[in-house]
């Protein structure tokens, strides 16, 4: 798991360096939605990179780093509910890999996302540089803090030895996430909202999650009731994967137009959408007796991993 960690945090600094050395040198009239369109994709493609990197270590880093997390995992809301950050550009207020995302992708946000942010105190509408001064701070400001958080994260990460909580219970704490990261979109509020990566986000926390359970199974086997447990684990990973399967692309399915989490109708559960949110709400339901965080929940109990606080 230290390995595994360790490996991905290597990618993500790879990608935002490679993110913040493709951003367009500084010039008059900032970026061009024209004469910038190759060095803009493939700052995204960079993106994209360290947003996968990210996803796959989120559950240990969130609670080994949560300062951290923060700086360079914070949604735009979140970092506006406390007060209004009227430069976007900069390394200060409002930052991160979701700082440089709604730039990139500030020609082309959903609408939903528009409407939702609008909504909120102190916002200011997402853009691409228009000035040297903007295109400047961006590349020397704003994505040199993300490069530097991520490597002051591998600074600190390296030698910690990796407690288990760290990493089995921070992995079930990203699998009951699933079905609220996907919940989010109803309302404009999902996590990739700009580059709708959403869903890709979502699998790369669940190839994680394997990864993970597989550093753990040989223990849980060599236990009595680890092999039925075993059993039930691989079965909800499966679930989940095999769904994912069905969905094509990065972003979250069309939500339908009156959805309701609370009491979804059956119309809207047979969207693809709707699909999608009944298989991840009966995976994450710790309470639903052979559900994957069930079966992980009970798994960390038999082990003697203590829950976080």
């Known amino acids: 798991m230290k390995s595994y960690i360790q490996s991905n945090l290597d990618s993500l600094q790879e990608a935002v360096v490679a993110l913040q050395k493709d951003a367009p040198a500084p010039d008059a009239d900032g970026w061009?939605?024209?004469?910038?369109?190759?060095?803009?994709?493939?700052?995204?493609?960079d993106w994209k990179k360290a947003r996968t990197a990210y996803e796959h270590v989120e559950g240990a880093i969130a609670v080994l780093f949560p300062e951290l997390d923060i700086s360079t995992d914070q949604r735009y809301d979140g970092f506006?509910?406390?007060?209004?950050?009227?430069?976007?550009?900069?390394?200060?207020?409002?930052?991160?890999?979701?700082?440089?995302?709604?730039?990139?992708?500030?020609?082309?946000?959903?609408?939903?996302?528009?409407?939702?942010?609008?909504?909120?105190?102190?916002?200011?509408?997402?853009?691409?540089?228009?000035?040297?001064?903007?295109?400047?701070?961006?590349?020397?400001?704003?994505l040199v803090r993300l490069a530097n958080d991520v490597q002051e994260m591998r600074n600190q990460f390296g030698p910690l030895a990796l407690d288990n909580s760290s990493a089995f219970r921070g992995v079930i704490g990203s699998m009951k996430e699933q079905v609220e990261k996907a919940n989010k979109a109803a309302s404009g509020e999902e996590e990739s909202r700009y580059a709708q990566f959403t869903l890709a986000d979502m699998r790369?926390?669940?190839?994680?999650?394997?990864?993970?359970?597989?550093?753990?199974?040989?223990?849980?086997?060599?236990?009595?009731?680890?092999?039925?447990?075993?059993?039930?684990?691989?079965?909800?990973?499966?679930?989940?994967?095999?769904?994912?399967?069905t969905l094509q692309g990065d972003a979250l399915p069309e939500v339908p137009a009156h959805w309701s989490s609370q009491e979804p109708s059956a119309e809207d559960l047979a969207t693809p959408f709707g699909q999608l949110y009944q298989v991840l709400s009966d995976e994450s339901e710790p309470e639903h007796e052979g559900s994957l965080v069930s079966s992980m929940e009970a798994s960390a109990d038999l082990l003697g991993i203590p829950r976080l606080p």
Not at 32 to 45: H, I, L, N, P
């Open 32 to 45: 061009s939605a024209t004469q910038d369109a190759a060095a803009v994709q493939k700052m995204k493609t």
């Open 80 to 142: 506006i509910a406390t007060g209004p950050d009227d430069d976007l550009f900069d390394d200060q207020g409002v930052t991160g890999i979701h700082a440089a995302e709604r730039i990139l992708w500030s020609d082309s946000i959903p609408q939903r996302v528009v409407d939702f942010e609008k909504g909120l105190p102190y916002y200011v509408a997402a853009a691409f540089p228009a000035n040297e001064n903007q295109a400047r701070e961006f590349k020397e400001k704003l």
């Open 204 to 245: 790369a926390n669940v190839d994680a999650g394997v990864y993970t359970y597989e550093a753990f199974k040989p223990w849980l086997l060599s236990l009595d009731g680890g092999k039925a447990l075993d059993t039930k684990i691989a079965a909800g990973f499966k679930r989940v994967q095999d769904h994912y399967a």
